[in-house]
């Protein structure tokens, strides 16, 4: 496979090693800044081709900020080539509220793309956790730094799409910094291969899965098929595992699933389903069924 030039190039920038930061920004209610990681490998867009910046995490904090009291964490990763930190990191506040919460968005990572494979390559899978947790280590470990007066543990994560793939792979692989230190994820049209439910740190973590009810114009049904295998082994490992239906809304994260999702992080009463039982009738048709 033939490796563009600018690729090859930021590896070799991360093998030599990381960079030291500069000074970190000073902290006051509701700014926003970035934190730049240039020695930490390509991200996924660096590979696509279509960001040849360095590895930037964007971060907010909240309207209620006080450098004398302790802030929970609400990362909200991009979806496609995880070229939108900045807009994700908007969002991440729109769906948390102006309170409470630092936001933050990363970058995606995955092994060496070849871009001839299917989705040109870009898909991330379980098989890239290792070169994720390198990169993410080196991210939480300055970002803590940088506030530091984030609690130890008890945060949330949430991906769409790529970055739902992205949540599943680490806590698949069981990534230590991670699970050490989220206790909340959340999974919008994407992570379906997430597995491990049965290890015993996943009984005290909280997830929700939505998925959407359609699938390009098709039943969804590949989509409630996976969504119900994951509450089915959440419930018999007891492992708190819920599921939101977008009904409509395909492969997309539609802004009115902000709400819900920043309630249910937040701990309040969301209407979600955490049975088999409780999906809705199954109207779909599978798409190999004779009419």
């Given at each position: 496979m033939k490796t563009h030039l600018g690729v090859t190039l930021i590896w070799a920038v991360a093998i030599a090693g990381w960079t030291a930061p500069a000074a970190e920004p000073p902290l006051s209610p509701g700014k926003s800044f970035t934190l730049e990681?240039?020695?930490?490998?390509?991200t996924l867009a660096n590979q696509a081709g279509n960001d040849w910046s360095p590895a930037t995490m964007h971060v907010g904090l909240p309207a209620d900020y006080d450098a004398a009291k302790t802030y929970c964490l609400f990362v909200l990763l991009p979806s496609g080539d995880g070229r939108a930190v900045k807009k994700a990191a908007a969002r991440a506040r729109d769906i948390i509220g102006d309170d409470r919460y630092v936001v933050a968005s990363l970058p995606l990572f995955r092994r060496p793309v070849d871009r001839t494979a299917k989705y040109g390559g870009l898909h991330v899978g379980h098989d890239d956790a290792d070169v994720i947790t390198a990169a993410y280590g080196l991210m939480w470990d300055r970002l803590f730094?940088?506030?530091?007066?984030?609690?130890?543990d008890g945060h949330a994560i949430c991906g769409s799409s790529n970055g739902a793939h992205t949540i599943a792979a680490l806590v698949?692989?069981?990534?230590?910094?991670?699970?050490a230190r989220f206790d909340t994820f959340v999974l919008v049209e994407g992570g379906f291969f997430l597995s491990g439910m049965f290890r015993k740190?996943?009984?005290e973590k909280r997830f929700l899965l939505l998925y959407g009810g359609t699938r390009g114009g098709g039943s969804?049904?590949?989509e409630r098929t996976h969504a119900e295998l994951r509450v089915h082994e959440g419930d018999f490992y007891g492992v708190d595992f819920n599921v939101l239906e977008m009904q409509g809304a395909g492969h997309s994260f539609p802004r009115s699933f902000n709400e819900p999702i920043g309630r249910w992080v937040r701990g309040k009463p969301v209407d979600v389903i955490t049975s088999q039982d409780e999906f809705p009738r199954w109207s779909g048709t599978h798409p190999t069924a004779k009419e």
């Open positions: 990681f240039p020695g930490v490998g390509p730094e940088a506030v530091p007066n984030l609690a130890e698949t692989a069981q990534d230590e910094k991670l699970l740190p996943m009984l969804g049904w590949w």
